[in-house]
């Protein structure tokens, strides 16, 4: 089992054949992923020779999915065309959109979501500004590297892409079940709750490790749905104990105000509810040793 993506996800890339689309479609082919091909208006019709594979390229997500049945989107376009390739991929009805892209307004965030809702809510959206989301083993959509873990029994949710590769690392003896960067901006499209609920439902997840950081109250929220809805252990880092007040830092939604969003009122949410949390990630592995070693 794993969570919004398996062996049988067929995915296509949107911005395949730019350069960094091209360079993380090769990457996740090699990784083992049922790529089936990609978009771009511009070049429909055309095939494109990926390392000895050969994938179509279509001019819309609907041309795409009628011809190879594709369920997962992985979007790789420009900030400024992302909200159009998403509210294309809402339109298309595809299952699950994984928007890497950095720097996308947050207005046009808030546009596809809202977009998203208005349809129904049938296109999960993961990101933007993310690494995807990973099930080692069986499938992987994004940027994050195949080859860090393997699979196992830990569910990791994480806002920061880099976390989410360290701590695969650190637990890859153990094994991760699903990974999911869910990205750090304001307004993001698949959050810790959604994470955590399906890790809950999920009968191979056995222990979560939650990444969060600084800025906004998700992990107060997270906190919340931990203490009434999960019954699996849960661990826990929180990024940005030094981070200066009013600053900005890195993602666009940590950022500090007053007691507001702090590390330390975070880490207190988490312990509140009986979530032990880790002054380092390498801490917070430690700890989820032990969890499973108790298990």
Request: a neutral charge; aromatic letters at 4%.
């Amino acid at each position: 089992m794993s969570i919004f993506l398996d062996k049988n996800s067929l995915i296509i890339v949107q911005g395949m054949t730019g350069s960094e689309g091209m360079k993380h479609t090769r990457r996740m082919l090699k990784g083992g992923s049922n790529i089936v091909g990609g978009v771009n208006p511009k070049k429909a019709g055309e095939s494109v020779d990926v390392d000895g594979t050969m994938l179509p390229v279509f001019g819309t997500v609907a041309d795409a999915m009628a011809a190879t049945g594709a369920n997962v989107s992985v979007i790789f376009v420009p900030p400024a065309f992302a909200k159009s390739a998403v509210m294309e991929a809402i339109d298309a009805g595809i299952g699950l959109a994984v928007v890497i892209t950095e720097g996308i307004p947050v207005h046009d965030s808030a546009s596809f979501w809202a977009y998203s809702v208005s349809k129904g809510n049938k296109t999960r959206i993961i990101g933007p500004n993310c690494p995807g989301i990973i099930s080692p083993g069986k499938s992987n959509a994004g940027i994050t590297p195949s080859d860090i873990s393997g699979p196992g029994p830990i569910g990791l949710v994480s806002k920061s892409g880099t976390l989410t590769y360290q701590m695969m690392f650190e637990l890859r003896d153990i094994g991760i079940s699903t990974a999911i960067g869910i990205g750090g901006d304001p307004v993001i499209g698949t959050t810790h709750i959604d994470a955590l609920a399906a890790f809950e439902a999920d009968p191979e997840t056995k222990a979560i490790v939650l990444i969060g950081e600084i800025g906004g109250d998700s992990e107060e929220k997270a906190a919340a749905y931990i203490k009434d809805n999960v019954t699996k252990p849960v661990v826990a880092y929180v990024a940005g104990f030094t981070a200066p007040e009013g600053k900005t830092m890195g993602h666009a939604g940590a950022i500090v105000s007053g007691s507001a969003g702090t590390a330390q009122a975070k880490k207190e949410a988490f312990e509140k509810v009986g979530v032990k949390v880790g002054k380092t990630p390498s801490e917070t592995a430690a700890l989820m040793r032990g969890v499973i070693a108790s298990l």
